[in-house]
């Protein structure tokens, strides 16, 4: 699963992209490089898009979304646990936010990364990175919630294109076309469960 993207761009071409005016949040700063999940102690987040009406902006999240998980020692006892990736797009947890359309967002990304599956000569999985050379900045259908630290998000995972499948055969993000930006935010779910689809290998580098 994807836990390491990169957003390079500039806040200015991160806003033009998505459709938002300034002024701009106040404490975004851009570009922000590699983004990492969030942590139990210390958050880590990134930079989102949503929309309230026809009020569209930036918001800054933590990148995992807790739920609570039996432990393995203590069923009894709950454990909290951080998800990056959505992929049971059937499960009750998932399906209030995918329903709602201000629980949707886009994730605005510029590259993204797998580790392989063949370590090299050092013993490590390589890292591999993903991008679209046509689209600067790209977006992943994503979605979020309130939490106790302040809202989080994940992005959702599907089946993996030509591109991404050598080097991860379980799943990839779903990336969203242009057009498709103001559909994932706004349209009924009905209407957008068919943008949780590979995105087209031709247009992808791997690198």
């Known amino acids: 699963m994807c836990n390491r993207y990169r957003l390079t ?9 998505f459709g938002i005016r300034p002024p701009y949040e106040v404490d975004e700063t851009f570009p922000t490089g590699d983004i990492f999940p969030t942590g139990k102690k210390t958050p880590f987040y990134g930079a989102v898009i949503v929309q309230n009406g026809d009020d569209r902006r930036i918001e800054r999240m933590e990148w995992g979304v807790p739920t609570q998980i039996p432990s393995k020692r203590d069923p009894a006892k709950k454990l909290t646990k951080y ?3 959505v992929r ?15 629980r949707r967002c886009l994730v605005p990304v510029t590259s993204f990364s797998e580790y392989g599956l063949t370590p ?4 490590k ?3 591999h990175w993903f991008d679209v050379p046509s689209r600067p900045v790209f977006a992943f259908a994503a979605i979020w ?3 106790e630290r302040g809202n989080a998000y994940g992005f959702l995972t599907t089946e993996p294109n030509s591109v991404v499948a050598p080097i991860h055969p379980k799943a990839m993000p779903v990336i969203l076309h242009d057009d498709d930006y103001n559909r994932w935010l706004t349209s009924p779910w009905d ?3 068919g943008l949780v689809a590979p995105y087209p290998s031709q247009l992808m580098n791997h690198r």
């Open 191 to 193: 209407e957008v469960s």
């Open 120 to 123: 090299g000569e050092d013993g």
């Open 125 to 127: 999985k390589p890292l």
């Open 83 to 85: 998800v990056t990736n």
């Open 9 to 17: 761009a500039k806040q200015v071409e991160v806003a033009a992209t």
């Open 145 to 147: 919630r309130p939490t």
């Open 88 to 102: 049971n797009l059937t499960s009750s947890f998932w399906r209030s936010m995918l329903t709602t359309p201000a």
